[in-house]
């Protein structure tokens, strides 16, 4: 009768260890992708990397002024090399502009080029595999058509906002990563800013680890309670990754957005905004499409992570910060609220200094804004980040992004060579331009349901 019992027990836990695992496996990517034996050990760590900007055919700059690959040929540049499979996160896919050909014909070649080039991956006998939020996109349909594999991710039901993230990774050896969406605009009308990196296949396995987590959530409407470990950080602001840039020593790690989508070991990307503003010694420069360190969508709340670090840098640290801001109709009439008190905060404090700029772009006749700074990043004296979002509150908070920081120590020779100093010296391109305003202040006109102010 014991004996009896005792199986039973035995049967019982059995049963449920079943279950368990059954349940955890059901929750994580069980095994994750394949990385085609590329590990931490083995990987590439001597690496060259290349900044690409997309610069509208009516913005120029003077003829001395800092210029740098186009982002066109960046890609292309990835697509030659790629031999085995291309992987691609992008928030939005509109490569043809059938629905503005009468207006945009010349300038929307190069997005119908790319649709062309990637169509013809499979010829070579590449994958294409993209992750996307969109269900809608006919260039996705006519992708899928071409053997590209496509994963869906239903941001709506895992956390209420939308995927931000951009960046390709190539043979898990090279990628791209910046501002840039799958658009035709952001090969045209739009100033766009990015990386591109070759033979760096440490960094580029890291960031394939990020496709994977999106990749993994095709079909979910909830997040894993466990991650695979395929899916775990290789590095982080803590231990970031030891490498070589165009023969510079350097270190560099990618974060993410937002806290749900974090496996183990993976900084966020406010915390790698954090130390990169922490561990600014001189000078804070940052470009980006919208400022606004607000919460919530009608009730508005502080939000402070990122508002109340440049606060401390000024104050407690005295580096100089200076914020260039896009100014085009989706502009917030509060932006300038809060860049008014942080211009307060040094009235009366020496050695104190905050600038704020905004990128003027021009105006077509039925309204619409042409040439945004679309760029998202941050220049110090020490270190880059490159980021997929903006820096308003709820965007960290719900919508999936990534984000690339690169440090150099100082006293490097030929620091020009460095892509921190590459970067400083297009900030600084850009904001002594002729297509910068100052952000004095403002007077606010309405025109439909649009608010403009008007700088003075």
């Known amino acids: 009768m014991k004996s009896q019992q005792k199986c039973i027990v035995i049967f019982a ?3 449920c260890f079943a279950v368990l695992v059954a349940l955890i496996f059901s929750a994580v990517d069980i095994w994750g992708e394949d990385e085609d034996g590329i590990t931490e050990d083995n990987c590439s760590r001597n690496c060259r990397v290349v900044l690409v900007e997309n610069i509208p055919e009516d913005i120029s700059f003077l003829d001395n002024a800092t210029s740098h690959l186009p982002l066109s040929a960046g890609l ?3 697509l030659d090399k790629a031999i085995r499979a291309v992987e691609i996160v992008s928030p939005l896919w509109l490569l043809n502009s059938s629905d503005y050909e009468s207006s945009f014909q010349p300038a929307a070649r190069q997005g119908r080029a790319l649709l062309s080039r990637l169509q013809g991956l499979k010829a070579k006998g590449v994958q294409l595999k993209i992750s996307s939020g969109m269900i809608d ?8 058509k071409h053997y590209a594999e496509v994963h869906y991710v239903n941001m709506t039901a895992l956390t209420k906002g939308n995927l931000h993230s951009s960046f390709w990774v190539v043979d898990r050896k090279h990628f791209y990563f910046g501002s840039a969406s799958m658009d035709w605009r952001s090969l045209a009308t739009r100033k766009e800013l990015g990386v591109v990196v070759y033979d760096c296949s440490c960094l580029a396995l890291d960031l394939h680890r990020v496709f994977s987590l999106y990749w993994g959530l095709q079909y979910k409407d909830f997040i894993p309670s466990f991650w695979s470990k395929r899916l775990f950080a290789l590095y982080n602001r803590d231990e970031p990754l030891e490498l070589t840039f165009n023969s510079t020593k350097a270190q560099a790690y990618i974060s993410s957005s937002p806290d749900v989508f974090i ?3 993976r900084s966020t ?5 954090s130390r990169v503003i922490q561990e600014a010694r001189h000078f804070i420069y940052i470009s980006i499409t919208d400022y606004l360190p607000l ?3 009608r009730t508005h709340r502080y939000w402070s992570r990122i508002d109340g670090l440049i606060r401390e840098a000024l104050i407690l640290r005295k580096v ?8 085009w109709e989706k502009t917030h009439p509060l932006t300038f609220n809060f860049i008014w008190s942080l211009r307060s905060l040094c009235m009366e404090q020496a050695n104190c200094s905050l600038e704020a700029k905004f990128f003027n772009p021009r105006m077509q006749r039925d309204g619409t804004v042409q040439g945004i700074n679309h760029n998202r990043f941050m220049v110090t004296d020490r270190a880059i980040y490159l980021g997929n979002l903006d820096w308003v509150g709820n965007e960290f908070t719900f919508n999936a992004g990534a984000g690339l920081v690169i440090s150099q120590p100082e006293g490097i020779e030929e620091r020009n060579s460095t892509v ?7 900030f600084e391109r850009d904001w002594f331009s002729s297509y910068t305003l100052p952000g004095n202040g403002c007077k606010w006109m309405h025109h439909s349901t649009a608010g403009w102010c008007i700088l003075k």
């Open 13 to 15: 836990l059995v049963c």
């Open 76 to 78: 292309y540049s990835l």
């Open 137 to 144: 996109s006919t260039e996705l349909k006519i992708l899928a």
């Open 263 to 265: 496996p183990k070991d």
């Open 269 to 273: 990307d406010l915390e790698a905004i």
């Open 295 to 297: 919460l919530g969508s």
């Open 320 to 327: 100089r910060v200076r914020l260039l801001i896009s100014f």
């Open 420 to 426: 921190v100093e590459q970067l400083q010296a297009a």
